[in-house]
């Protein structure tokens, strides 16, 4: 059996976001849009957060969506609700 010539270590969210508490944030933002589109789809979400990434190079892809989606007010209400979660439970998602 032949060795390995090489070990890759993905560590810090360089290629896989492990990031559980970021896919919160992107599942709370779908459902949200759901309530108001109900054919969009977390898949959507997700397609069109690589798209802003890869063609538009936006650091903060989940802060577009919500505005293009909520306005900047609506985006700040359901942050409020983002952050709750994300407090309520600290040590769960990190």
Do not use: C
């Not at 559980?20 to 054919?39: L, P, Q």
Request: net charge negative; proline share 2%.
């Amino acid at each position: 059996m032949a060795r390995p010539r090489w070990v890759f270590f993905d560590v810090g969210n360089t290629l896989v976001s492990d990031e559980y508490a970021m896919v919160t944030i992107y599942r709370m933002i779908a459902e949200a849009v759901h309530r108001v589109e109900a054919g969009t789809t977390f898949a959507d979400i997700l397609a069109l957060r690589e798209r802003l990434i890869r063609e538009e190079g936006d650091s903060q892809p989940h802060w577009t969506i919500a505005v293009r989606y909520f306005g900047e007010e609506g985006w700040a209400r359901l942050r409020t609700a983002i952050l709750a979660e994300l407090d309520s439970k600290y040590e769960y998602y990190h």
